[in-house]
């Protein structure tokens, strides 16, 4: 399983760009990356998934560079309520996730 | 069909007692997972079914634990004699068979506190 590393903490105002990375040295070929947001007291919710380039949706934007050993999470003009922990995971088996300690995000007006 | 469903949302028990949760996956999705997250950390793996079949169990699904999905639809996870260190949130999630399989739609959660 290819570990993920991604930052402990972000600050961030609102209406800014944040990006998110996270280096996985090790993802194997057939792995994608898959990135969750999660509210305090709420299940992580799925917001994007890649396996190389670019991928976009009308939540965020994931880029993977060609060697595919770290990849970016985008989120446009944040508000508060973006305010969350992002976790990054590398994988492709259906045995389960696993979750690090992910980046806890922090909007302030 | 909104989404996962999870019941109790909370659950007060003290230490001893049996507990049971209940998780209701998205109607089409064969594919149930349980995790287990306490504060600070993310979600941890515990068990995983594919329809009825319980095919994956992690380390931490000791023997007081016990999960089941008796028609592949609704699962139940059950901890006997429980302990202070089983207080935390319980996950549910389920996913496609066939989606990607890190593509999981996870539900609100039981708190269990174990006093």
């Known amino acids: 399983l290819a570990k993920t590393t991604q930052p402990i903490s972000m600050d961030s105002y609102e209406g800014q760009e944040v990006n998110i990375t996270c280096s996985h040295n090790?993802?194997?070929?057939?792995?994608?990356i898959t990135w969750y947001q999660q509210f305090p007291s709420q299940g992580p919710r799925f917001i994007i998934q890649?396996?190389?380039t670019k991928v976009t949706n009308e939540v965020a934007s994931l880029f993977i560079p060609a060697d595919r050993k770290s990849s970016t999470l985008s989120l446009p003009r944040v508000s508060l309520s973006d305010t969350a922990v992002y976790y990054c995971?590398?994988?492709?088996?259906?045995?389960?996730?696993?979750f690090g300690k992910g980046t806890h995000l922090i909007i302030q007006p | 069909d909104t989404g996962v469903s999870q019941n109790p949302r909370h659950k007060i028990t003290k230490r001893g007692q049996n507990v049971t949760f209940r998780c209701d996956p998205i109607?089409?999705?064969?594919?149930l997972y349980w995790y287990r997250q306490t504060l600070g950390q993310g979600p941890e793996f515990l068990t995983y079914?594919?329809?009825?079949?319980?095919?994956?169990k992690s380390r931490l699904l000791s023997d007081r634990f016990s999960a089941e999905r008796p028609k592949g639809s609704f699962s139940t996870l059950e901890i006997q004699r429980t302990e202070q260190g089983d207080s935390a949130m319980y996950l549910c999630?389920?996913?496609?068979?066939?989606?990607?399989?890190?593509?999981?739609?996870f539900g609100p959660g039981t708190r269990l506190t174990v006093t």
């Open positions: 109607s089409e999705h064969n594919r």
């Open positions: 999630a389920s996913s496609a068979e066939t989606g990607s399989p890190y593509e999981q739609y």
């Open positions: 090790n993802i194997a070929t057939n792995d994608y």
């Open positions: 890649g396996y190389k």
């Open positions: 995971l590398v994988g492709e088996r259906a045995d389960g996730l696993t």
């Open positions: 079914f594919q329809n009825e079949a319980q095919l994956e």
